[in-house]
């Protein structure tokens, strides 16, 4: 077949590259092997250009081929407490990247492009040494990463053991991800309210992490600590018990449980819990809640036997009520196949933001709890179809978009994106120690070994992360907000007509 002039060009092209580089070597025997690499891998690249040869066959054999049997051979790495206890050294056998990770299995679900409007308010003026340094006055520790290890320096001891587990979930997602966090420095608050409010915008706000906050605070939302487990009072890391939760569902079917609303929590902690007990049945009034009060101090001495979340999937309706801030109950409620009754929250977590009234949820009045709760039991036993999709719908949204692997994905990207920010770069503090798995679990006993055991990650990854989406335009993120907002207004305006009948 006659060669088109352009044809002729590059193969002159390639003969010129070809005869200079053997002039060289012939001239240098003693060329680099640097060279060679080099020159091998222009000449790869021209040819690829040129289209001779196809690279997306090579990269299609090496993971096909290659990838394949390296992912086989994957071999775990499990605590290494002989080493710890005769070194006190974290381990210098962990991976240093993720061998192979298959490619992203998809777009990370709806409620991720929340980091975005949390991260909002440094986008301008980003985030300096000064700001995270201003975050310390709340803080119970500030965590670092440099170079592919954690260090955590800590300021004051936390409710419980939060900080523990907060600090082995940042531990887990290295084992997840290694190599794949850049440096950073944060703070960490693990109290229950937020504490940075909107009115440091313009005065370099503190970027402070916690649990929750809300719409006139600027704190930073993460997965709170009893997804690797709460030792205190006997429940197991989230990935156990999702697996129990599900077993509970499927041991009544919704149509036979209980046709009222359940809560059963300590209402000690704020005054609108005890509001909430006042709605229990009496001889005069049944509200169509069924109320229980929990006593933790005794539930101890029984060895839990009575507050096992899996066993509380019994009735048609779940109560939600925030305590002191948010509540960590919110998950395990929305769990249950049966809908969640939601009191108009003040405080946000990291998912919720995600959900939608009506769709995943019942909103129920904070300001008049008793009839409030009793017309959503009334319309529910009178709506059974719609009500069991909402429940229905709320489940399988904690089951599938809350599974563990996306919360971990979760707390990838937001430190991923709030590193992008930093406008210094990160240094081991002075008074810092390097964490990992084994300085955390293997000093530690009872359901606090136990619980880190349990929710390990014990191998890397065998694919990256889901993907980012992107941040909200202005005009979709207000018309998510609409949305919400109609869907509570139009309960509101159907329980202002049942209780106008009643009259």
Known sequence: MKKMPWSRSLDFQRDSMLVGFWKSVKNRPKLALSQLFCFIFISVSFLAFAGWIDLSQYSKYYYSQICSNKTAKTLEFPLDCSSWNRTNVCPKTYPKSQPCPKPSPGSCPEYFRWIHRDLRH???????????????????????????????????????????????????????????????????????????????????????????????????????????????????????????????????????????????????????RGELMQCNATDQNDWNARLYVQNWDAEAKEGYQHSNIEDQCTHRYKI?????????????????????????????????????????????????????????????????????????????????????????????????????????????????VEVCSESLACSADGNWRKFMEESMEKSASDSAPCTMPPPYEDQEFKALVDEQAKATRQVEAWEERYWAKQR
């Open 122 to 272: 440094w986008r301008e003026t980003g985030i300096t040494e000064a700001m995270v340094e201003k975050a310390r006055r709340t803080a119970h520790f500030r965590l670092t990463i440099s170079g592919g290890k954690m260090y955590v320096e800590k300021f004051r001891q936390s409710i419980q053991t939060r900080d523990l587990f907060t600090i082995w979930g940042f531990a887990q997602l290295m084992r997840l991800y290694p190599g794949r966090l850049p440096d950073l420095e944060l703070m960490f608050d693990c109290d229950d309210r937020p504490v940075v409010p909107e009115a440091e915008i313009g005065r370099g706000p503190p970027p402070v992490f916690r649990y929750c906050s809300d719409s006139r605070s600027l704190d930073i939302v993460f997965p709170d600590w009893s997804f690797w487990g709460w030792a205190e009072i006997n429940i197991r890391p989230w990935r156990s018990m999702l697996k129990a939760i599900k077993e509970g569902n499927a041991k009544t079917r919704w149509e036979d449980r209980v046709p009222y609303a359940y809560w059963k929590g300590n209402p000690h902690v704020c005054p609108w």
């Open 320 to 432: 939600y009520i925030e305590g002191w801030g948010w509540s960590v109950s919110e998950k395990y409620i929305f769990a249950c196949d049966s809908p969640t009754l939601l009191m108009t929250q003040r405080w946000h977590d990291f998912f919720i933001r995600g959900m939608t009234p009506q769709k995943h949820y019942w909103p129920v009045k904070d300001s008049d709890k008793c009839r409030s709760l009793k017309f959503a039991v009334e319309w529910g036993n009178n709506h059974t179809a719609k009500a069991k999709a909402i429940g229905e719908r709320g489940s399988r949204f904690i089951h599938e978009d809350m599974k563990m692997e996306y919360v971990y994905d979760y707390i990838f990207h937001l430190l991923n994106e709030y590193a992008k920010l930093l406008r210094y770069k990160p240094k081991v503090p002075p008074n810092a």
